[in-house]
């Protein structure tokens, strides 16, 4: 069966700009995870989709925000956009909000200059 | 807040020879799940293995096994007979069992590198 998938793969931002990314989870997965990776912070969590609605956040400011549809996909917004946002943004999807056998997306991988 | 804590940036292995990654953490909470996750170049994260904290049992997935030491707070990963395809950055991984709202979500550690000698 396909798997996660994010579109798209990469994406070349100015600052001030903002960004919409994708994530199409695996079929019949209903939640939807966000991670930001950089060289100096790691792997944060930005936040989780179930049902539509969101149920964890991270810490991260108001610029970054998400929502997920009837049909599961889920998007990330990032408003504003700073040099400081570059990075790989991964999506992971699991059947729900409990169960935590993840499958992760490749990323997009996002520069802001 | 929990925190995870790979205290290997890298680690280099002959190839069929055993190697073990360690991973420490700190947590509070007794119900919880742990993780290692493999990230090639292909940006992927991979689930390479996955342990319930209230479970005793070390878990084992083929050549990768854990020890899981809950009074010491250490989940270190072996791998066994190592092959070139299992070069890639390695990461661990706490996930809070409790559910609900809040700052859910996986911790992660900084990752280790793994490098296999041909």
């Known amino acids: 069966k396909a798997g996660v998938t994010q579109t798209p793969r990469y994406l070349i931002k100015t600052r001030g700009q903002q960004v919409t990314l994708s994530c199409s989870p695996i079929?019949?997965?209903?939640?939807v995870s966000w991670y930001q990776q950089t060289p100096g912070q790691g792997l944060q969590f930005l936040f989780e989709?179930?049902?539509?609605?969101?149920?964890n956040k991270g810490n991260f400011p108001g610029r970054f925000s998400g929502r997920q549809f009837s049909n599961s996909r889920s998007e990330m917004n990032v408003s504003t956009l700073e040099l400081g946002d570059s990075a790989l943004y991964l999506c992971?999807?699991?059947?729900?909000?409990?169960?935590?056998?993840?499958?992760f997306g490749s990323g997009t991988r996002l520069t802001v200059v | 807040a929990q925190t995870v804590t790979q205290s290997q940036p890298e680690m280099s292995v002959q190839e069929a020879e055993t190697v073990t990654l360690s991973c420490t953490y700190d947590?509070?909470?007794?119900?919880?799940?742990l993780f290692w996750y493999k990230q090639p170049p292909s940006r992927q994260m991979i689930l390479v293995i996955r342990?319930?904290?209230?479970?005793?049992q070390n878990a084992t997935e083929n050549r990768f096994s854990v020890n899981f030491q809950k009074a010491a707070k250490s989940f270190s990963l072996k791998i066994s007979d190592s092959q070139l395809g299992d070069a890639a950055m390695y990461f661990c991984?706490?996930?809070?069992?409790?559910?609900?709202?809040?700052?859910?979500?996986?911790?992660f550690g900084k990752g280790t590198h793994l490098i296999i000698q041909p």
């Open positions: 992971a999807s699991s059947r729900t909000n409990r169960d935590y056998g993840y499958t």
């Open positions: 079929s019949g997965h209903r939640s």
């Open positions: 989709y179930f049902s539509e609605t969101q149920r």
């Open positions: 947590t509070s909470e007794s119900d919880y799940y």
């Open positions: 342990q319930e904290a209230y479970k005793q």
């Open positions: 991984a706490y996930r809070s069992a409790r559910g609900g709202g809040g700052a859910d979500g996986l911790t």
